[in-house]
C-alpha cells in the first residue's frame, strides 16, 4: 500500500533561511484495478492496492449489479490488478453493457445520463431504530485517525470506518479514493453476510456526497457521519431515504441535516432560525 521516494525537502522555518535536505517519503500506491463480471471488463477504478475482493464485492453492489449475497457465485483474484466475479444470471443481466471509467476521485463517472446515477436500494434504512450518544460520535473521527496505519505514514488516503451504536470498530478500510474506501466496507460486509447493516454507524474522513449516501443506503446503513461538508444533493437523498446525515463532526460540535431524532438528546425536528 506504500512505497518510498526520495524528496527534496524545504523548511523555511529556520532563523537562517530555508533548509534544503534530500529524504526519503512515503507514498500512498495508486493503481488500477480491473473489475470483471463473468470475464467481462466492468469497471477500471483507481485504487490503493489491498482488500481487492472486498473492493469489487462492494462495487458491484453499490452499483446495482449485485442485490444480495447469494448473487456472487465466486469471486477470484486473477493476476495483479484484476478481479473476476461470478455471479447468477439475474445479476449478470444488470452488467452496463459498456465499459466504464472510474477514478480515485469520482466514482460517478462513465454514468450514462442523470438518471443511472441513482440506484434504488433494497433496504428500508427509514425504520432503522439505531439511537447514538453525542459523545460517541465526536468520538468516531479520532477513533478512525488512530486505526488508519497508512495514513499516519503518508498523509495521502481517505478511510471510511464502520461503527457500532456505542462505538465499537467494526471495520476500517483505506484507500486513496473516498468511494473506494467505502466499498470495501461493503464488500466486507457482504463477504461476513452481515448486510444489511443496521444499527451501524457509517464515518468518513472527508466530505459526505451524494454517492457515499448511496452507497450507504444501499448496504442499509442509518446513519452516516462526516469530518467535513454534505452536498446539497447528498441531504436530499438521505432526507428521501430515511437515513441520519451528520457533517462537520468535529472536535464536540457536528451538524444533524437529516433524522436527529436518532441522536439522544436532539429534537425530532431541527431547529429553525
Known amino acids: 500500500m506504500t512505497e518510498r521516494r526520495r524528496v527534496v525537502h524545504v523548511d523555511g522555518s529556520s532563523v537562517d533561511g530555508n533548509r534544503v535536505v534530500e529524504r526519503p517519503d512515503t507514498l500512498a500506491v495508486e493503481e488500477p484495478l480491473e473489475i470483471r463480471v463473468a470475464g467481462r ?4 477504478t483507481m485504487r490503493t492496492p489491498g482488500h481487492d475482493l472486498d473492493l469489487a ?3 458491484l453492489l453499490t452499483e446495482g449489479v449485485v442485490t ?4 456472487i457465485v465466486e469471486a477470484i483474484a486473477c493476476g495483479d490488478n484484476v478481479v473476476d466475479v461470478a455471479t447468477t444470471d439475474a445479476a449478470a443481466a444488470r452488467v452496463v453493457e459498456r465499459r466504464f471509467y472510474t477514478s480515485s476521485s ?4 462513465g454514468k ?3 438518471d443511472a446515477v441513482r440506484t434504488r436500494s433494497p433496504y428500508d434504512v427509514s425504520t432503522d431504530g439505531v439511537v447514538v450518544a453525542p459523545a460517541v460520535l465526536t468520538a468516531l473521527p479520532h477513533r478512525l485517525r488512530e486505526a488508519q ?14 461503527f457500532t451504536a456505542a462505538g465499537e470498530l467494526l471495520c476500517l478500510r483505506e484507500d486513496v479514493g473516498r468511494h473506494n474506501a467505502v466499498d470495501k466496507i461493503v464488500g466486507w460486509a457482504l463477504q461476513q453476510d452481515r448486510l444489511p447493516l443496521t444499527g451501524c454507524v457509517l464515518q468518513v474522513s472527508g466530505r459526505a456526497s451524494f454517492e457515499l449516501v448511496q452507497k450507504a443506503t444501499l448496504a442499509g446503513v442509518p446513519m452516516l457521519a462526516a469530518v467535513s461538508a454534505p452536498s446539497s444533493l447528498a441531504v436530499a437523498l438521505a432526507e ?12 464536540e460540535s457536528f451538524n444533524v441535516y437529516t433524522r436527529p431524532d436518532r441522536i439522544t438528546s436532539c429534537p425530532s425536528c431541527p431547529e429553525r432560525r
Open 240 to 251: 428521501e431515504t430515511g437515513m441520519t446525515l451528520v457533517g462537520f463532526l468535529r472536535g
Open 41 to 44: 471488463s466492468v469497471s477500471v
Open 68 to 71: 444480495k449475497p447469494d448473487e
Open 149 to 162: 496505519r497508512v495514513f499516519e505514514r503518508t498523509g495521502g488516503l481517505h478511510a471510511a470506518g464502520l
Open 112 to 114: 450514462e445520463s442523470v
Open 106 to 109: 469520482c466514482g460517478l463517472c
Open 57 to 59: 464485492l462492494g462495487f
